[in-house]
């Protein structure tokens, strides 16, 4: 049984307010899918961001459909509007996520971004319009 291991870190994006990147480290297992939801929940509920980057760079993702919060964290109920995430991912990751997000027309609808990097994610964020 692989362990999730989660941290986060709160950056200010000048124009669109705070931003969280939220990393997870580990290999993905039917259990993660609850225990990501809770955290995420809990770091949007505790930082209110404007944009969520998710860092999965020490992630091992292969399948499954129990990663929701990757997406689900894109709509701020209390605006009531999607909020930029980007997500940091590579290798079997980065392949078995983007096939999960394109096949079922969830970056379509919510414009998840995938990136090499954080701080890709962040330069993209230094140039977006606040929303």
């Not at 000048?14 to 809770?38: D, K, P, Y």
């Not at 379509?108 to 995938?114: I, L, M, N, P, S």
Request: proline share 2%.
């Amino acid at each position: 049984m692989s362990h999730l291991i989660a941290e986060s870190r709160v950056f200010q994006i000048s124009r669109l307010g705070t931003a969280v990147e939220i990393s997870f480290r580990g290999t993905h297992e039917w259990t993660h899918g609850s225990e990501m939801h809770r955290y995420v929940e809990r770091m949007i509920s505790e930082n209110r961001p404007a944009a969520i980057v998710f860092n999965l760079l020490d992630y091992r993702y292969e399948f499954g459909n129990d990663v929701t919060a990757l997406f689900t964290a894109a709509y701020d109920r209390e605006a009531k509007k999607i909020r930029p995430v980007y997500i940091a991912a590579t290798g079997t990751t980065y392949t078995s996520l983007c096939n999960l997000f394109k096949t079922s027309k969830i970056q379509q609808a919510f414009g998840t971004e995938f990136v090499e990097s954080v701080e890709d994610a962040l330069q993209r964020l230094a140039g977006r319009e606040a929303v």
